[in-house]
């Protein structure tokens, strides 16, 4: 009984899209338990976990599970959710969600859902696919339900008091099929892109004007910064940048798109933004058409504007 | 070294595509059809690989129907050394999808596994991670690089925040993203040579797999679109003063 959140952390507390995909296992009915894992620091991050009204905080320590090891993480979780009977499991989705459970759905024999966009009752659910073109309604009667949600489409818990139980998982066999060598972290010291409240995005556009003119300009809003393929094709923003359904969904209060022409795989990352702004040269870009505000403008002229322009009161 | 490469074959990415007017599904008929995107990487990587001499078969599969076969040729032109295909009328969900290329994977024991991470039309991002689970073996999704070492393949994935590099051993399965490669230009001899090619066929029942849908489809529809009223503003201004004073986000 129950369902079982995979929480995402950075060490010290829960994602802001943990926190949204425990609100989202809560339109299953059922309690709601949690397992965070990773190494030794990992029981501070229970703590964050008060008034998101989840019960009961699994701990689930040792290195190959804060490696982020798919296959024994998997394994381990497949074991817990036997033992426990749950009938769901719910993460946000990211690159780690999506590494990680559909193994763990294919070691229970069930039929996962990737990215719901709205959960109907316990059974039926909608996700979009072609690019977010389409929204499919589902309905999934496997004994245990497996699925990452679009954090944004769903509202952060109410927060009311109460901190979960705490209980600690004996690890799992590592079947040692794969070791962590490396971590690249991208630290541009701005918001994190997924849950800033403004993303700054940058298309092919940008190569005129400049990066530093965008950089400048997300700065001077306390923004993250965003980018098209376009951009990161042409080597002019990180990949991990990226914006787009097979890249990052975000939607904050604002979101910026300086020079990106707004293909679907573009938008469908970005069109559950609260307003959305839209500079581009090209009156006819199809970005406008989702556009809140529009302005035909050179960036090479519109960015360093816009940025003096903040500076006034 | 033996190389497996799942291939899917999916309305071309150009194309919208249209919502069958009664909402039961996406028409797809006289609809342009090609070879998934990430799957192009995929062969292509596979290729490379064999090219570099760390490979020395290249073997495209595909579940589909008859006509999915265009996409094994396709694989082919690139360079594949063979080409089997499973045979399905209907569309299979991931979970079958997985089965059934871990059956072929049981046949033609592969030391690796490329596919791509998603396919264009359902946007599962899952077969890779199941076929990986039904072997048994290692799994490394989302590769930007990869690279044979000591026996071993070194994969770095594209991940929220950053990069993550993996040692894998092999078997594995390896799911790739765009940036992988720049899959070639294919000439028209290749295609006309892949066209006289012999695509060997399997049946489900042969392989064993059940492939009895899991899910229910209630409908499909189109999102709403954004609210009207999107404003084309005439200057920085004009913008700076509706985001301060009417949308009141800075
Ligand atoms: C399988 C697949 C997955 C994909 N996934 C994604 C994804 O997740 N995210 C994504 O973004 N894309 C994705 N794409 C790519 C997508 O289809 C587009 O190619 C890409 O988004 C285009 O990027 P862009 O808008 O920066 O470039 P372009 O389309 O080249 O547009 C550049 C724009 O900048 C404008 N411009 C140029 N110079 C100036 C200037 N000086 N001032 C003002 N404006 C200027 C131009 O008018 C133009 O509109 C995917 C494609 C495929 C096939
Ligand atoms: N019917 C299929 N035949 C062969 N490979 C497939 C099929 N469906 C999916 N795949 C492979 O699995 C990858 C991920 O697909 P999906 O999990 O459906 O998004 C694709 O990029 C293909 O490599």
Redesign the pocket.
């Known amino acids: 009984m129950g369902v079982l959140v995979f929480a995402e952390h950075d060490g010290a507390a829960v994602t802001e899209a943990a926190r949204r995909a425990v609100s989202a296992a809560g339109a299953l009915g059922g309690p709601v338990d949690v397992v965070l894992a990773g190494g030794d620091g990992v029981e501070a991050v229970a703590a964050s976990l008060a008034g998101t009204g989840v019960s009961r905080a699994w701990l689930c320590q040792g290195a190959p599970y804060a490696d982020q090891l798919a296959e024994p993480l998997a394994g381990r979780l497949a074991a817990l959710v036997r033992a426990e009977g749950y009938e769901a499991v719910v993460a946000a989705t990211s690159t780690q969600a999506r590494d990680l459970l ?1 193994r763990l759905a294919a070691e229970l024999d069930t039929q996962m859902l ?1 990215d719901v966009t709205a959960i109907e009752d316990a059974e039926t659910f909608v996700r979009a696919n072609y690019a977010g073109s389409v929204l499919t309604r589902l309905r999934c009667r496997e004994p245990v339900k497996v699925l990452t949600v679009r954090a944004t489409n769903f509202a952060p818990p109410p927060g009311d008091g109460a901190s979960p139980a705490v209980a600690r998982l004996e690890p799992g066999p590592d079947p040692g099929l794969s070791r962590l060598l490396e971590v690249q972290a991208t630290d541009s010291g701005r918001p994190d892109l997924g849950s800033a409240r403004v993303v700054v995005a940058g298309g092919r556009g940008v190569a005129d004007a400049g990066v530093g003119e965008l950089e400048a300009l997300a700065d001077k809003l306390g923004a993250a910064i965003g980018a098209s393929r376009g951009a990161v094709e042409a080597g002019l923003l990180p990949s991990d940048a990226q914006v787009g359904l097979t890249a990052k969904v975000v939607a904050p209060d604002l979101y910026i798109a300086a020079g990106i022409s707004g293909s679907i795989y573009h938008v469908s990352g970005m069109r559950d933004s609260g307003v959305i702004v839209a500079i581009n040269k090209d009156p006819e870009a199809p970005i406008f058409e989702v556009a809140d505000y529009g302005l035909v403008a050179d960036l090479t002229e519109a960015l360093p504007q816009l940025r003096e322009a903040l500076e006034q009161p | 070294m033996k190389i497996l ?4 074959r999916v309305v071309d990415h150009n194309v919208r595509v249209r919502i069958r007017a009664d909402g039961t599904g996406v028409d797809t008929a006289n609809t342009r059809m090609a070879m ?1 995107p ?2 192009e990487t ?1 062969v292509e990587e596979a290729v490379r690989l064999r090219e570099a001499g760390d490979a020395s078969e290249v073997v495209a ?4 129907d008859a006509g ?1 076969e265009e996409v094994l040729r396709t694989a082919l032109a690139f360079g594949a050394d063979r080409a089997l295909r ?1 045979d ?1 009328e209907a ?2 969900e ?1 979970l079958a ?1 997985s089965k ?2 871990a059956a072929v994977a049981g046949r033609e024991q592969p030391d690796l596994v490329l ?5 264009i039309d ?7 991670q ?1 076929l990986a689970c039904h072997l048994g073996w290692g799994q490394a999704t989302f590769a930007c690089d990869v690279a044979l070492a000591d026996g071993e393949l070194h994969v770095v994935r594209e991940v929220d925040g950053g990069k993550r590099t993996l040692a894998v051993a092999l078997p594995a399965v390896v ?1 790739t993203e765009l940036e992988l490669n720049e899959p070639r230009y294919i000439k028209l001899p290749s295609l006309m040579k892949a066209k006289r090619q012999a695509i060997e066929r399997l049946g489900l029942a042969e392989l064993g797999v059940d492939a009895t849908p899991r899910l229910e489809l209630l409908g499909v529809s189109e999102p709403l679109p954004r609210e009207a009223g999107g404003e084309r503003v005439d200057s920085v201004a004009a913008l700076v003063d509706r985001l301060r004073n009417e949308a009141g986000v800075i």
């Open positions: 559909p990737t | 490469v799942a291939v899917k998934n990430f799957d995929a599969v595909t579940v589909g999915s499973v399905s569309p299979l991931p999808v059934a290329l596919m791509g991470k998603q396919a359902d946007d599962s991002n899952q077969v890779g199941m799911t």
